[in-house]
C-alpha cells in the first residue's frame, strides 16, 4: 500500500459543469501522475507532476487541468467536462521504476 | 502511433495450463518493462519485471521473457489459476522530467475456468 487516496471514487456530472478530483498520498513521493483508463486504449497519462507547484502535459490533457499546491496533494480539474471525459481516472506516484496506483475514480458525464 | 501493443485484447485459459501474454514495443530506447495486473474495480498493480539487460526473469508462478532484437517481451503464468483472471497490462519504463514515465499497452483481459 502505497498510502494514495482519491476522492471521490464515484462522480456522475452533467455535461458543462467543472469537476475536481483529488488525489491524495501519506509518503511524500515527488512525481505524482493522471492516468485514465478506457476500454480499448489501456492507460493514458494526462498530467503528472514533479514537485510542488511543477506540472507538465501527458499524452491526453486537453480539457483538463492540474495543480499541486501540497507536496501530498494533486488535483485534476476538467473545467467544462464532456461526454467523452467519461472514463475511471487513476492517480499514482513513483518510486525508483515503479509506479503505485491509487484506488480510482469512476466519473461519468451525463 | 503506439509505442507499446497487446495484440491480444482476450485470452482464455484452463486452470492449471499455461497463460502466455504478448507485448511488442517500437522504441529500442525504453530500458525497463513491466507488467500490471488490474482486478475490476481496484487500481492496477505490479506484478513483475525486467531490465534491457536481461532476458529472463522469474517470480514463482510469473516468468517474463524479453527478446530485445524482436522488440517482444512475454509474460508467462504457469500454472495459471481462477484468481489470475484479470486484466494485465505491459508498460515500457522511460526516464526523463516525468521521473518514471511509463507507456502502457491496451492491456490483456485473460480469463482462467476452473
Known amino acids: 500500500d502505497a498510502g494514495i487516496t482519491q476522492s471521490p471514487r464515484h462522480k456522475v456530472t452533467e455535461t458543462g459543469t467543472p469537476v475536481t478530483l483529488r488525489c491524495h498520498q501519506t509518503?511524500?513521493?515527488?512525481?505524482m501522475y493522471w492516468y485514465r483508463q478506457d476500454p480499448g486504449h489501456g492507460l493514458r497519462l494526462i498530467h503528472y507532476?514533479?514537485?510542488?507547484?511543477?506540472?507538465d502535459k501527458g499524452e491526453v490533457s486537453d480539457g483538463y487541468s492540474v495543480s499541486r499546491s501540497k507536496t501530498e496533494d494533486f488535483l485534476l480539474t476538467l473545467e467544462s467536462a464532456t461526454s467523452s471525459q467519461t472514463s475511471v481516472y487513476f492517480c499514482?506516484?513513483?518510486?525508483?521504476?515503479?509506479?503505485?496506483f491509487g484506488p480510482g475514480t469512476r466519473l461519468t458525464v451525463l | 502511433d503506439q509505442q507499446v501493443k497487446q495484440n491480444s485484447p482476450s485470452l482464455s485459459v484452463q486452470e492449471g495450463r499455461i497463460s502466455i501474454l504478448n507485448c511488442d514495443y517500437t522504441?529500442?530506447?525504453?530500458?525497463?518493462f513491466l507488467w500490471y495486473k488490474k482486478y475490476p474495480a481496484e487500481g492496477p498493480t505490479f506484478l513483475i519485471s525486467i531490465s534491457s539487460i536481461k532476458d529472463k526473469n522469474e517470480d514463482g508462478r510469473f516468468t517474463v521473457f524479453l527478446n530485445k532484437s524482436a522488440k517482444h517481451l512475454s509474460l508467462h503464468i504457469v500454472p495459471s489459476q481462477p484468481g489470475d483472471s484479470a486484466v494485465y497490462f505491459c508498460a515500457a519504463s522511460v526516464v526523463n522530467q516525468a521521473g518514471t514515465a511509463l507507456i502502457f499497452g491496451k492491456g490483456t483481459t485473460l480469463s482462467v475456468s476452473s
Open positions: 522504441n529500442s530506447m525504453f530500458d525497463y
Open positions: 509518503e511524500n513521493h515527488r512525481y
Open positions: 507532476s514533479y514537485g510542488v507547484k511543477d506540472t
Open positions: 499514482a506516484i513513483s518510486t525508483t521504476s515503479l509506479l503505485f
